[in-house]
């Protein structure tokens, strides 16, 4: 069974090691017996993404975003396609802000998005720092997810958008309304660098299993040991939320 992962702009969205996100996914799928290609996607490479199964884009500073928003521009059609093809698309921070319909920088230009995600950001003043613990049901049960953040844009929802997760602890969207990123079906965008599913398995898996039934392919995955993962993640929640 294989599996194909399209990391876009490696090279320009990779803050706190957002490419872990990708390692991740590749490691688990593999450790299923599952043949995993990884492609790497940027400005000038131009595959047709409803291809791949699942595409992650990580975070990036305004700068990057303004080159990264430019280029998407030219694939609005072959993401729109990987979208309505059920592809999995995970976008951090920066990759978030730019599905949504555009982010105005804390100096005011506005750099447009694609407006796949019902959302807009504007850039504060002052930056949203810090750990996050949130809290998200998946396939119906309530996990703890741990992450970091650190944005100055905030995110305002709109009717269509869906928020992701309730904040525990941190920020989130927007620091005001307790919520985390938005899921729009198969599309995951949050604020949380980590990098996010090396410190929530769960939420990696959960992916999988979304990028596997879209092909009508899952029977459910073999569990693996995530004792490390779980007990660090137990002691994250402990220190962040239990005892604060
Ligand atoms: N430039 C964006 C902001 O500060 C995104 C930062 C990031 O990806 N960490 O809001």
Known sequence: MQLKIGHLYPDLLDLYSDRGNVIILQKRAQWRGMDVVVDQISVGHEPKLADYDILVMGGGMDREQGIVAADLQKRRENIQSAVDAGTVIVAICGGYQLLGHYFETSTGQRIPGLG???????????????????????????????????????????????????????????????????RQGNIFGTYLHGPL????????????????????????????????????????????????
């Open 116 to 182: 796949i995600l019902d959302i807009h950001t504007i850039g504060a003043k002052t930056r949203m720092v810090g750990n996050v613990v949130a809290e998200m049901d998946i396939a119906g049960v309530a996990h703890n997810i741990i992450g970091y953040e650190n944005h100055s844009g905030k995110t305002i929802l709109g009717p269509n958008a869906k928020p992701m997760m309730r904040v525990l602890k941190g920020y989130g969207n927007s620091g005001e309304d307790k919520f985390e990123g938005v």
């Open 197 to 244: 599913l090396a410190k929530n398995p769960v939420l990696a898996d959960h992916m999988i299993e979304l990028a596997l039934r879209r092909r009508d392919l899952s029977a459910g995955l073999d569990s693996l040991n995530d004792d490390l993962e779980q007990r660090t993640n137990a002691k994250l929640y402990k220190r962040l939320v239990a005892n604060s």
